[in-house]
């Protein structure tokens, strides 16, 4: 039963490391226009999505092998 309550409590933790991401790449779409200045924000954010695109990918990944997937 231990386990069985480790595995949930991780699921939850990955489930809201992929909501956070999720934010991220809207934050980042809002702030940014095809590498644009934007209020102060100045950035690749093309780099920037990719790098959370990875993450989110990742995050999938963790999920799938805890679910045994």
């Known amino acids: 039963m231990s ?11 990955v489930n809201n490391l992929q909501a956070l991401t999720a934010k991220a790449l809207a934050v980042i779409q809002l702030l940014s226009t095809d590498g644009q200045s934007i209020e102060g924000f100045e950035s690749r954010h093309v780099f920037i999505m990719d ?19």
Request: a negative charge; aromatic letters at 4%; charged letters at 25%.
């Open 3 to 13: 386990t069985q309550k480790n595995i949930s409590i991780s699921l939850d933790t």
């Open 51 to 69: 790098a959370i695109w990875l993450v989110n990918d990742l995050v999938d990944s963790i999920k799938n092998e805890l679910r045994g997937i």
